[in-house]
T-cell receptor, first 113, second 109 residues
């Protein structure tokens, strides 16, 4: 979905480095989400935010932090990257109204050596 | 969260209809049934959702069993571009989606 932009698209880095993945959206949605996907598996929720002042942990938040800088921006940080955080990371957004679809970016492929 | 059971993989011939099943026997009365698909090298995309009645849109149809313990996503004429992993997801209101492993659909020309 071109309205949800993730940067960078690919990143290779070393163990112990601090990494920030960025997500911006032009859909005007209040809700934003970060997921990770490991090979052969479905997506797992890391963090989500229902508005600028709201941050919630998901299923696998350990080792990650987030920042909701504005309605349109939601960043995911790995404070000290480790190899098992190598994965595909997806950002998503959804409208405030009930049962609205989530719209996903094209993902960031992160490799930690 | 309601648990779902989907076949790991399915195969279809191009231009044939495809019926993708999903069992969600622990679904609650307020859970909508959402379907998403993930094409290779892309993020998931919304396909369709419904509560009790069958639903149609330009992409697919959703048939929901009367007891709501199962549903079927119907692609009326599969194309090569429909090859993807399809996820069936029961969802309460606007809670974040919880993904299982889905069904990998292969379409044969």
């Amino acid at each position: 979905d071109a309205d949800v932009t993730q940067t960078p698209r690919n990143r290779i880095t070393k163990t112990g480095k601090r990494i920030m993945l960025e997500c911006s959206q032009t859909k005007g949605h209040d809700r934003m989400y970060w997921y990770r996907q490991d090979p052969g598996l479905g997506l797992r929720l890391i963090y989500y935010s229902f508005d600028v002042k709201d941050i919630n942990k998901g299923e696998i938040s350990d080792g990650y932090s987030v920042s909701r800088q504005a309605q349109a921006k939601f960043s995911l940080s790995l404070e000290s990257a480790i190899p098992n955080q190598t994965a595909l990371y997806f950002c998503a957004t959804s409208d405030l109204s009930s049962n609205q679809p989530q719209h996903f970016g094209d993902g960031t492929r992160l490799s930690i050596l | 969260d309601a648990k779902t059971t989907q076949p790991n993989s399915m195969e279809s011939n191009e231009e044939e209809p495809v019926h993708l099943p999903c069992n969600h026997s622990t679904i609650s009365g307020t859970d909508y049934i959402h379907w998403y698909r993930q094409l290779p090298s892309q993020g998931p995309e919304y396909v369709i959702h419904g509560l009790t009645s069958n639903v149609n849109n330009r992409m697919a149809s959703l048939a929901i069993a009367e007891d709501r313990k199962s549903s079927t996503l119907i692609l009326h004429r599969a194309t090569l571009r429909d090859a993807a992993v399809y996820y069936c997801i029961p969802r309460i209101g606007n809670t974040p989606l919880v993904f299982g492993k889905g069904t990998r659909l292969s379409v044969i020309a």
